[in-house]
């Protein structure tokens, strides 16, 4: 029997998972299935995928933190995190981990000599990279739009603005984890601001892929290097593949099929 695995979301139509993770089990003949879940409310997340019988699920905008709530245990990363983005159906146990900040340094690495990077954003995207960068050894400042999302920031050791209190400086690397763009043409921070950072930064990068968000638009125009989400998307779906296959699949076969949809 095949086993079934899901993206939950909402949205989640725009999700290529499923597309990246199917293309790996077709072609490396691995009996699995993989679908998009629409779910509106994050608490039912447990309760849905032990309806459903998944065998692993990935977790995107906005049930990151439900996700991590829905879990019996959390390894890893993820753990001091309380951000899951992908879990797994172990011995009647839902297992969580966070494969986004390992999946962006992997999309980064062409980027050379950074140390400052600014987030923008400080939702479940923006905790993960924040986290991984300082545990690198990166300088990290995190802008967001509402005060009170900056609050579980401040244990960490990064700066922290809203935008009424934002003072910009010069940047290495500027990165967009906020959803503005996504559904809509909005800029991720005021234009006056976004335009004072951008004067001062050598590379930009968005969590979003798909598509050239206001934000990449900008920096596009202003001739700064950026990637969008794809390589993040790659990255956190190759280790997140190989979660639910648990080592009966090779990590570079994985890599060659799912990387075969971006070159579409
Ligand atoms: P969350 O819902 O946890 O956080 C959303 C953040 O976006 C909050 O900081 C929120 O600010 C901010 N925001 C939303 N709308 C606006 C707006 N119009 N203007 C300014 N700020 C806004 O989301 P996630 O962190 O889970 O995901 C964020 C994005 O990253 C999504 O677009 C997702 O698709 C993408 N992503 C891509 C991945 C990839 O593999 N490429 C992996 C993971 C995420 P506030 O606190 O003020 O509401």
Not at 123 to 151: D, H, I, M, Y
Not at 163 to 186: H, I, M, Q, R
Request: hydrophobic share 40%; proline share 3%; glycine share 8%.
């Amino acid at each position: 029997m095949k086993k079934l695995f899901g993206i939950f979301g909402n949205p989640v139509s725009h999700s290529k998972s499923p597309l990246m993770h199917n293309m790996v089990f077709k072609n490396l003949h691995y009996k699995g299935c993989y679908t998009r879940i629409l779910l509106e409310d994050g608490t039912k997340l447990r309760e849905t995928f032990l309806n459903l019988k998944l065998s692993g699920a990935n977790i995107t905008v906005p049930h990151k933190e439900a996700a991590f709530k829905a879990c019996d245990e959390v390894r890893g990363f993820a753990k001091n995190l309380g951000v899951v983005n992908t879990i797994v159906y172990e011995n009647g146990k839902l297992i969580g981990y966070n494969t986004d900040a390992d999946g962006f340094l992997y999309a980064i690495s062409e980027f050379k000599n950074i140390n400052k990077i600014l987030i923008l954003g400080a939702g479940g995207t923006a905790k993960a990279l924040c986290a991984k960068f300082l545990e690198e050894g990166f300088n990290v400042e995190v802008l967001n739009r509402s005060p009170n999302r900056l609050e579980s920031f401040k244990t960490m050791e990064c700066k922290t603005s809203a935008w009424e209190s934002f003072k910009p400086s010069s940047y290495d690397l500027v990165v967009n984890t906020t959803s503005a763009g996504l559904e809509d043409d909005s800029l991720p921070v005021p234009k006056e601001i976004i335009e004072q950072i951008l004067n001062n930064t050598s590379y930009c990068a968005d969590a979003i892929y798909g598509k050239l968000t206001p934000f990449l638009q900008l920096a596009k125009q202003k001739k700064i290097p950026y990637k969008d989400g794809s390589d993040m998307l790659l990255g956190q779906g190759i280790l997140a593949n190989e979660l639910f296959v648990k080592n009966t699949l090779q990590k570079e076969d994985i890599q060659k099929e799912m990387r075969k949809i971006f070159e579409f």
